[in-house]
């Protein structure tokens, strides 16, 4: 039996995640043989995958790193597309990466409409630029969902058809939730609180005086605390160089077992925006979501995006139950009274929790596996 070639490409680590389990659960739902082409990470490699290039080069965010490395991400769109139209794949997976996959889907596309191309992340249409929904129907014959509203939104807008599979989150929500003397931790004193300035190295630079800041004011007037920070791997040094000058110095911990470790016993968290929001939502970790970008992008933004919260666990939920301090707004007086808030018992903090509980209803964690589902509609498109 010949194997199916399935041609994939993520970008950034959660891609990396998503593009895993992904095949994972089309090598378990396919009953044969499968063979995965394209460009992924370390976790999508350890599953057979040999990425063409590395993944971080198509890991972009901010309009000046795009700008900048917009010769070498061209070429890798026009390397990417020439492999896949030199050897047709059974099914074309794009997961996440708008920039550069939605490229990639209009090229292939354009030159071979006879292959199936599923698209893994929609795009924040529902917060900026809209127009992008109708603009990848033609090119997208499925788009999968991680977030409850999405289907919807696409079809109001008219994009492609789409189907809410679940986000990844639901898979590791033991990970995450505290066992029982994890939430007695969560009561205890000194309070542990969780200190999350980004996951990129412009977010970290930015956000760091703004969160020494914010850490030195809340310890001086409501310490000690047990401040945690859970460092992303690869910015391990950089963060270490920048918690050295601050006044307070939260503890680091590296790693996603130590990551969730910190979120299963946290009373509070301070955070970046992201998807780490809803992370810590699900853990019933009530948080303070502070933001800065450049001057530019905040110019850019304010005129495009249609959102009325930047962030994710106030949009699932609909309603906005995490204070968010964006730009000019984020002062530390600000900052610093709302996290007082919510790490002392009171009605800003009890909000919250009550609003979390609510979350496995509106996500359908008891539902089944997303890359299950992902994987069930990414071999029936194989099969057509």
Known sequence: MSALDVFIVAGEESGDQLGAHLMDAVVAGHGGPVAFRGVGGRRMEARGLASRFPMAEIALFGLTSIIVHIPRVLRR???????????????????????????????????????????????????????????????????????????????????????????????????????????????????????????????????????????????????????????????????????????????????????????????????????????????????????????????IARRLITAETAVLANLVIGEKVVPEFLQEYGTVEAVSAALAAIIAEGPERQRQVEAFAGLDAIMGFADEAPSVKAARIVLAAASQ
Not at 153 to 171: A, Q
Not at 223 to 251: F, M, N, Y
Request: hydrophobic share 45%; charged share 25%; glycine share 6%.
């Open 77 to 299: 769109i026009r390397e990417t597309v020439a492999a896949i139209l030199e050897r047709p794949p059974a099914v074309l997976v794009l997961i996440d990466a708008p920039g550069f996959n939605r490229r990639v889907a209009r090229h292939v596309r354009r030159s071979r409409p006879d292959i199936p191309i599923v698209f893994y992340v929609s795009p924040t249409v529902w917060a900026w630029r809209p127009g992008r929904a109708a603009e990848m129907r033609p090119y997208v014959d499925h788009l999968l969902a991680l977030l409850p509203f999405e289907p919807e939104v696409h079809r109001r807008l008219g994009g492609p058809p789409t189907t809410y599979v679940g986000h990844p989150i639901s898979e590791r929500l033991a990970d995450i939730r505290p066992g029982p003397e994890e939430a007695l931790r969560r009561d205890a004193t000194p309070p542990r609180v969780l200190v999350l300035p980004g996951s990129r190295r412009n977010e970290i630079i930015r956000l760091s005086p703004l969160y020494a800041a914010v850490l030195a004011r809340v310890e001086a007037g409501h310490g000690p605390i047990d401040w945690v920070l859970p460092a992303v791997a690869q910015h391990r040094d950089l963060i270490a160089r920048e918690v050295s000058a601050w006044p307070v110095k939260p503890r680091i911990v590296e790693g996603e077992a130590e990551k969730f470790a910190a979120f299963r016993s946290a009373r509070a968290a301070l955070a970046c925006s992201g998807t780490v929001t809803l992370e810590l939502a699900v853990a019933g970790v009530p948080q303070v979501v502070a933001y800065r970008t450049g001057w530019l992008e905040a110019q």
